[in-house]
């Protein structure tokens, strides 16, 4: 009979430990383009410089990553703005796409097709520098022109010493093996912090609300926040789902969170306290969410809101991670049984290799 030593098992798991985790993280993302290289540059500051259609011809030409000061502006602080053309992949349709775009100094917002996605740091007259913060975020769907061309663009502002895009991993990553939603319904939702229960009305008027990208931390948009706050989205079912059997995605949330559908709840991940505070969140901010839908709760032929009331007790909050859309109750059934079924391949081969 063949034997392990201690020291040899002992070898085997930690290598598995230390190296499995970023085979994980490999199998689960993959680059889909890589955005180092040159890009199109102008310091100052103008908002039409983030649409697509906008002529960047006459610009100069940077280096991404480096800083600016590196590459003939010198001495420069203030504001400028980076721009760069992408293709994405019609194999990347209904995937999640992330955006990484390594250390910038000291404050960024970014811009894909217009559509801004996400922002570091806060800009003047509230500055808050955010130099030391590598910069991802979630690119929605909806805002993607899948097997085209696409545009990104980055406004930076710098108060001092290196400024741009400095250093860091700069590409798009797609996630692999995810579950593909019916009905995506990603990019702007209303949002307010504080806490009413008039806010899961499917009437109530949200108008005055501030749009907030879905999904993002919301500190990515500014709100250094710990505490209750509401998301709301109002939506028309799509004709392929009518009258079938349907499950929301709301993805993962942290820290947790209550799901109102039309005022009515779906669902709910922990429980939020009458003093909130005093709220259990175990680690319900890694749990992905997905709430079954009646059928009878849907109108069919018209609007419907859904309504996200979520509590976070430190760090990053909100709805950070996709997807985040409707699926057929069979789609989302057979999605989670072949995740069950990897697991468990994965973990035959992880003990196989540990005891050859």
Same mark, same amino acid.
């Given at each position: ?5 201690? @020291? ?29 290289? #040159? !890009?199109?540059?102008?310091?100052? $500051?103008?908002?039409?410089?983030? /649409?697509?259609?906008?002529?960047? @011809?006459? !610009? ?12 003939? =502006? ?30 910038? &100094?000291?404050?960024? %917002?970014?811009? =894909? ?19 030391? /913060?590598?910069? +991802? #975020? *979630? ?18 502002? $710098? ?23 019916? /009905? ?23 108008? @005055? ?7 993002? +931390?919301? %500190?990515?948009?500014?709100? $250094? ?14 004709? %392929?789902?009518? +009258? ?33 505070? %005093?709220? &259990?969140?175990? &680690? ?10 009646? @059928? ?19 760090? *990053? ?17 057979? #999605? ?5 079924? *990897? ?7 992880? !003990? $196989?290799?540990?005891?050859?």
């Amino acid at each position: 009979m063949k034997t392990v030593s201690t @020291k040899s098992l002992f070898r085997k798991t930690a290598l598995i430990v230390l190296f499995g985790i970023s085979l994980v993280t490999a199998q689960e993302w993959e680059r889909i383009s890589y955005l180092k290289g #040159y !890009w199109k540059f102008s310091i100052g $500051d103008d908002a039409e410089w983030a /649409q697509p259609g906008f002529d960047d @011809k006459s !610009w100069d030409e940077i280096f991404v990553p480096s800083p600016w000061e590196n590459q003939g =502006f010198n001495g420069y602080n203030g504001y400028a703005w980076y721009r760069t053309k992408v293709l994405i992949p019609s194999s990347a349709a209904g995937s999640g796409l992330l955006l990484k775009l390594g250390y910038i &100094d000291d404050v960024d %917002e970014v811009y =894909f097709n217009g559509k801004k996605i996400g922002k570091t740091g806060e800009f003047p007259p509230d500055f808050v520098t955010a130099y030391d /913060q590598f910069r +991802n #975020y *979630n690119i929605p769907s909806a805002y993607v022109n899948y097997g085209k061309e696409n545009y990104l663009a980055v406004r930076v502002y $710098d108060i001092q010493i290196e400024g741009g895009i400095v250093s860091g991993e700069v590409s798009i990553f797609g996630r692999r093996n995810m579950l593909r939603v019916n /009905q995506n319904l990603e990019g702007e939702w209303k949002f307010i912090l504080g806490d009413s229960p008039r806010f899961r009305s499917r009437d109530y008027d949200d108008s @005055k609300w501030r749009d907030i990208i879905v999904p993002a +931390n919301w %500190e990515s948009e500014g709100y $250094d926040y710990d505490g209750v706050a509401w998301y709301r989205k109002e939506f028309v079912l799509s004709s %392929e789902l009518k +009258n079938k059997n349907l499950v929301l995605a709301v993805g993962k949330i942290d820290d947790i969170d209550e799901v109102y559908l039309n005022g009515k709840l779906i669902g709910k991940t922990g429980t939020i306290k009458d003093f909130p505070n %005093e709220s &259990d969140l175990s &680690d319900h901010w890694q749990s992905f969410r997905g709430y079954y839908i009646n @059928k009878s709760d849907l109108n069919q032929n018209g609007s419907n809101v859904i309504a996200v009331r979520v509590y976070d007790g430190y760090i *990053n909050g909100g709805i950070y991670d996709g997807p985040v859309g409707l699926v057929t109750q069979e789609r989302y059934t057979k #999605y989670w049984q072949s995740v069950k079924a *990897n697991e468990k391949k994965t973990s035959k081969s992880f !003990w $196989d290799l540990i005891f050859r």
